[in-house]
């Protein structure tokens, strides 16, 4: 069993930067990939991006070149450097982690204002 929780959403101005967390408590920080995805309010939920086990990292096209997914697998924790924020940047993000089981966090909310 896996509980993600996610942390550092936060209301920013345009062309500002935040750093989300995901922790997972577990007792085997094993995956295949873990990705984030984010909900705007009315619309469904968007993928952002993934990094596998191994380091790899892919990316939507709305994010590539301003966010940035890492992990340190001793603290158990990835997370999503967000540069160059946008207002379309808006919504809730979530952690999923996927290793054959799928388990998501409950989301942190990140707000970019004009």
């Known amino acids: 069993q896996v509980q993600l929780v996610e942390s550092g959403g936060d209301y920013v101005q345009a062309g500002g930067s935040l750093r989300l967390s995901c922790v997972a408590s577990?007792?085997?920080?094993?995956?295949?990939?873990m990705n984030w995805y984010r909900q705007a309010p009315g619309k469904e939920r968007e993928w952002v991006g993934r990094?596998?086990?191994?380091?790899?990292?892919n990316y939507g096209d709305a994010v590539k070149g301003r966010f940035t997914i890492s992990t340190d697998k001793g603290a158990k924790t990835m997370f999503l450097q967000m540069n160059s924020l946008k207002p379309e940047d808006t919504g809730v993000y979530y952690c999923?982690?996927?290793?054959?089981?799928?388990?998501w966090g409950q989301g942190t909310q990140v707000t970019v204002s004009s």
């Open positions: 990094i596998s086990s191994g380091g790899r990292t």
């Open positions: 577990t007792t085997r920080f094993s995956f295949t990939y």
């Open positions: 999923m982690l996927d290793r054959g089981e799928v388990y």
